[in-house]
């Protein structure tokens, strides 16, 4: 910091403004990417000492790498170095719970459904591997850490948002978009401490999270599914694995019902394998077999979301959330990243018109623009974000054979599954992006 009470974040020129994103994880990378490249002067705030995520997989939709691209070419780019697509044409839902022997749980008679692959289009990768990607694109000094965000005032006399981190520092920047996750300060301060749409809460499942090497995978479960992208299906439990890491590793995931409180303030816990096999100790010869292949040690991680109490509004003024500071969701659908990209899509889309608007009528308007971008981008996202939550809440159910709808009918369940993938896919990104600028235009006439 300087000497001066307040620090500027960056140096003002003549085609910009100043936007802090809190939180340099995926989607505040993203954000704060598509921002730079259309000249808008942007400073992430994180409040860890460095950038991290966890070694898991996460996957991106043919929708989403259109809106990658569109973001930034770049992002596209790194997304293809580092992912890969399911070789198998559809993906697969399996039995994993009845199979008794080896071989029957191979069998297509343990198949309870498939559904095509094509219209999702998925490419994976590793979170971290397109952290680090994302990373070397933003320019030296625009990612400020251990900066935890303690307070923020968009209000009085003041022109700019000023911004209090806990180490006492303070900036004044033009505009905050909070992609400070889960658990997100900004999320608090927009809809107020008192409101329970500021809280994450516990969505009753947990998961059991690794990486096994893609040789002790196909030993486990066979040549065809260990290769694979695959959900395996049973009572309370569902697990999803799929190749990562150019198909050296099968990442996967078990997902367990649970369903008393989380009592930890923390939402990860220490977890043995011994733990997660009690879980599915009745299950199939091939589940046991990959559950053994699993670390000895284990975390585990209390997955939280915003279905029970979502937020009215994702902007106020010049202050606005996106990603899982907006609308966290479990990852049954897989989306969740999506989403994200959407965001950072819709809210580049709206700055940048924002920044046209004031260099035709001067720095008077500032604040006017910036806070109908926001505006204009809550509106476009609210209803689409916020059903992805919900949805996600059920399919969860189906994998897990709870969902009063479906129970353990495997037609039933693949017409709901495809009835809410749909609704991901059949999505046109240059409508939201026309919709985004005709909404930012009318909230300013």
């Known amino acids: 910091m300087s000497n001066t009470q307040y620090d500027s974040v960056a140096k003002k020129t003549e085609r910009s403004f100043e936007i802090?994103?809190?939180?340099?994880?995926?989607?505040?990378?993203?954000?704060?990417?598509?921002?730079?490249?259309?000249?808008?002067?942007v400073t992430v705030f994180e409040q860890a000492q460095e950038l991290t995520e966890f070694s898991a997989g996460f996957a991106f939709t043919g929708v989403a790498r259109e809106c990658l691209e569109r973001l930034d070419p770049r992002l596209l780019e790194a997304l293809d170095r580092i992912g890969e697509v399911n070789r198998h044409p559809c993906n697969r839902y399996w039995d994993g719970f009845n199979p008794t022997t080896q071989e029957e749980a191979e069998s297509k008679d343990s198949l309870l459904f498939e559904v095509s692959a094509r219209d999702l289009d998925y490419k994976g990768c590793l979170r971290s591997h397109l952290l680090h990607e994302m990373a070397s694109m933003l320019p030296a000094g625009s990612i400020k850490l251990g900066k935890q965000l303690k307070d923020l005032q968009d209000e009085g006399s003041n022109d700019k948002v000023t911004l209090t981190f806990s180490d006492k520092s303070i900036y004044e920047v033009d505009g905050v978009i909070g992609c400070d996750g889960v658990r997100s300060r900004t999320r608090q301060l927009l809809a107020g401490l008192d409101n329970l749409s500021s809280?994450?809460?516990?969505?009753?499942?947990v998961a059991y999270r690794a990486l096994v090497p893609i040789a002790d995978a196909v030993t486990a479960l066979g040549h065809d599914k260990g290769m694979n992208q695959c959900t395996h299906m049973g009572p309370s439990v569902a697990i999803v694995s799929y190749p990562v890491a150019h198909w050296t590793f099968l990442n996967i995931a078990i997902f367990i019902h649970e369903p008393g409180e989380w009592e930890s303030e923390k939402m990860t816990a220490a977890a043995t394998r011994d733990e997660l096999s009690g879980y599915v100790s009745d299950w199939s010869p091939s589940i046991q077999n990959i559950i053994q292949r699993l670390p000895e040690n284990l975390t585990k991680w209390a997955l939280f979301d915003t279905a029970e109490y979502p937020v009215s509004t994702y902007a106020k003024?010049?202050?606005?959330?996106?990603?899982?500071?907006?609308?966290?969701?479990?990852?049954?659908?897989?989306?969740?990243?999506?989403?994200?990209?959407?965001?950072?899509?819709?809210?580049?889309t709206t700055l940048d018109l924002a920044l046209d608007h004031i260099n035709e009528e001067g720095a008077h308007s500032r604040t006017k623009a910036i806070s109908a971008a926001f505006q204009a981008y809550s509106n476009v996202r609210l209803e689409r974000s916020q059903w992805l939550v919900q949805g996600s809440r059920d399919i969860g159910d189906l994998y897990q054979w709870r969902n009063p709808k479906t129970?353990?009918?495997?037609?039933?369940?693949?017409?709901?599954?495809?009835?809410?993938?749909?609704?991901?896919?059949?999505?046109?990104?240059?409508?939201?992006?026309?919709?985004?600028?005709?909404?930012?235009l009318s909230l300013l006439s």
């Open 20 to 41: 802090a994103v809190i939180g340099g994880g995926i989607v505040g990378l993203m954000v704060a990417i598509g921002l730079l490249k259309r000249g808008i002067e």
């Open 199 to 205: 809280q994450e809460h516990f969505s009753h499942k």
């Open 317 to 348: 003024g010049r202050v606005c959330i996106a990603g899982d500071a907006a609308h966290a969701t479990t990852p049954f659908l897989g989306a969740g990243a999506c989403m994200g990209v959407e965001d950072a899509l819709v809210l580049a």
């Open 407 to 440: 129970g353990r009918d495997s037609h039933k369940c693949r017409a709901e599954l495809v009835e809410h993938q749909r609704r991901i896919w059949d999505f046109d990104a240059n409508e939201m992006v026309t919709e985004a600028g005709d909404r930012f």
